[in-house]
């Protein structure tokens, strides 16, 4: 499996010739990543993680696309003939050949006043964790876990523990368009500290970078 850092939450997942694309919100690169995409993952309704226009464009022009959303994105985007499927906690299913296991249910808090929106992770493979937005703990082993580190809702303290929580060989920093360059350098110091009690590795990618799993 090859993975390639969109921008912000997005990533990009490419196997035996087939993409799926998580997330790839409004944020850069998602545009490009949907035209290359067999199927498309939507952790929850925010634009950051959800490009509506672009994505319901990529569905018209693409007849094979396929996208599995929590509810509430399903019911913004509607079927395209039954090709857009909301999926919800505990839900398995296949997407351009990869294996996918839902786990979460709910958008962390920001605020009181804010109302909470539903949120699913996605385990792909039984590889890599994609938690959207929350700090979901899956009750199966993650080997590579995509830990977001800079939103209104998070502290750096909490992605800590998450990490050391959900304990994968590796992980890699997302959601972290907001970051200016000094918050940037601030970040690997937090990276290091949270990986650095386990034997593990927490990196961030530029966008654009492409690794293999």
Request: overall charge negative.
């Amino acid at each position: 499996m090859r993975l390639t850092k969109l921008a912000h939450a997005g990533v990009k997942l490419v196997k035996d010739g087939a993409t799926l694309v998580i997330d790839p919100g409004t944020f850069g690169l998602g545009t490009q990543a949907l035209a290359e995409a067999d199927a498309v993952l939507i952790t929850h309704e925010h634009a950051d993680h959800l490009d509506a226009g672009a994505l319901r464009n990529a569905l018209e022009a693409r007849p094979g696309l396929q996208v599995r959303a929590s509810t509430a994105v399903a019911d913004q985007l509607g079927s395209f003939g039954g090709r857009v499927q909301p999926v919800r906690h505990g839900d398995t299913f296949s997407a351009a050949g990869f294996r996918v296991h839902v786990h979460g249910q709910e958008h962390a808090r920001s605020h009181q006043e804010i109302p909470v929106v539903p949120n699913i992770g996605f385990l792909v493979d039984g590889e890599l964790f994609h938690p959207g937005d929350a700090l979901t703990v899956p009750d199966e082993h993650v080997p590579t876990l995509l830990v977001p580190v800079c939103a209104p809702w998070l502290k750096s303290a909490e992605f800590v523990d998450y990490f050391r929580e959900v304990n994968p060989r590796r992980g890699f920093a997302i959601h972290d368009a907001m970051l200016s360059d000094f918050g940037l350098m601030v970040l690997e110091g937090y990276l290091e500290f949270a990986a650095e009690a386990r034997d593990a590795a927490l990196t961030r990618l530029e966008p654009g970078t492409t690794i293999d799993l």
